[in-house]
């Protein structure tokens, strides 16, 4: 019995559980996450009842007195988002992947443009960093309109903003 809970509990729930993890809230799985969470409900309960079972006033399951839990911690958006990135993904086909604006992706992009394995070379060319450093050197802009007024009209706003947050972080700004 024991054999039987571990190996259930181990190579079904537990790969069932990172599964529904990595899915969840992920665009057009929805009935597939429905259904997976309440097999994985039924499952639990299953699971949980067998920790009570006794055989001539014998537990069958000895020291089994955790419960399992089906509750997942949602990752948020922008994590998700930037580790798309991180595996070589451009923002407007993470976009069109996760269903959203390419002006949601940037965001999320500048939320981590501040890490220091933020590769900024992937989303700018080498003459619009060195354009946008340049100002940003001189240190007379302070927001973003700014920025937008002193730099080429081919800037926008969700480009600045992940410019000046990867800029800040390295010159200790942020």
Do not use: W
């Amino acid at each position: 019995m024991q054999y039987f809970y571990d190996k259930v509990n181990q190579e079904v729930f537990s790969t069932l559980i990172d599964l529904y993890s990595r899915t969840k809230g992920v665009k057009g799985l929805k009935e597939l996450n429905k259904s997976l969470k309440s097999f994985l409900d039924n499952l639990e309960d299953y699971l949980s009842s067998l920790t009570s079972l006794t055989l001539l006033d014998k537990k069958l399951l000895q020291n089994k007195k955790e419960r399992m839990n089906v509750k997942i911690e949602k990752t948020a958006s922008h994590l998700i988002s930037c580790e798309m990135f991180q595996k070589g993904k451009m923002p407007e086909e993470i976009a069109e992947e996760r269903g959203f604006a390419i002006s949601t992706i940037y965001d999320h992009l500048a939320k981590t443009a501040s890490t220091p394995d933020f590769d900024i070379k992937r989303l700018f060319k080498e003459e619009q960093i060195f354009q946008f450093q340049k100002i940003f050197e001189k240190e007379t802009c302070t927001g973003l309109t700014a920025y937008k007024q002193a730099l080429p009209p081919s800037f926008e706003f969700n480009e600045i903003k992940i410019l000046l947050k990867y800029f800040s972080s390295r010159a200790g700004k942020v």
